[in-house]
């Protein structure tokens, strides 16, 4: 089925440690998306990337890594976990116009012990 | 730059009520908007979306949303609740072109028998 594809689903790190989420989508689109879910603050956006090769900071990079060598994928790093990064992270991708909407993957839920 | 308030993080109604939940934005330039329905425990799905044509927007499941400029709101109702519709909804908002997507702080949609 198209759609957006996160890999790992669940992971356990230890503070210090280093880390990259993937994300794939097989729509072809532009635009992908990293935003990360904490309870009573909503989706709070990373990173993002409006194509291939580029990439730009959201609200809350510090801690952050990303890169989008091909159009299909987007990874997120962490090069140094910390407890503060507990969290569920979500991928999402769409178009240039955003038109039609975006569509997101089933999320990561990372724990840093 | 665009941001998405939502009032009220909880929301509770009976089954067979209104149900009623606000969302206001801020955009230097005609805005898509959206709203996100999420399941405990599962992503994001698309329930509606305002891309500037017809200002009442109908979604999945009977809910719609009404675009207001004037009042800058973009609010989600659906006139009969049912126990299904119990989930966290998440307005968005983007500029369209080269722009980011940005959420509210959800609301967590409470439905009592």
């Given at each position: ?13 230890k503070t210090g440690q ?96 | ?64 949303a009404e675009f207001k ?45």
């Amino acid at each position: 089925n198209a759609g957006v594809t996160q890999t790992p689903k669940f992971r356990v790190l230890k503070t210090g440690q280093s880390m990259t989420l993937l994300c794939a989508q097989d729509m072809n689109h532009e635009y992908m998306y990293w935003y990360r879910q904490d309870p009573g603050m909503g989706l709070r956006l990373i990173h993002y990337s409006v194509g291939e090769g580029t990439t730009a900071k959201g609200e809350v990079p510090d801690g952050y890594n990303v890169s989008r060598l091909k159009k299909q994928n987007f990874l997120l790093g962490l090069e140094s976990a910390a407890p503060s990064q507990t969290s569920v992270y979500f991928c999402a991708s769409g178009t240039q116009s955003g038109y039609y909407g975006y569509t997101f993957g089933s999320g990561t839920r990372l724990t840093v012990v | 730059a665009q941001s998405v308030t939502q009032l009220g993080s909880h929301v509770s109604v009976s089954e067979g009520a209104l149900v009623l939940l606000r969302c206001n934005y801020s955009s230097s330039v005609p805005p898509y908007l959206f709203w996100y329905v999420q399941y405990p425990n599962q992503g994001l799905q698309l329930l509606l979306k305002y891309t500037s044509a017809a200002t009442l927007v109908k979604g999945i499941n009977g809910f719609e949303a009404e675009f207001k400029k004037s009042e800058t709101s973009f609010h989600l109702t659906k006139p009969s609740a049912h126990m299904s519709d119990a989930a966290e909804y998440f307005c968005a908002v983007t500029p369209g072109q080269g722009g980011k997507l940005i959420f509210g702080q959800g609301t967590e949609l409470s439905v009592k028998p």
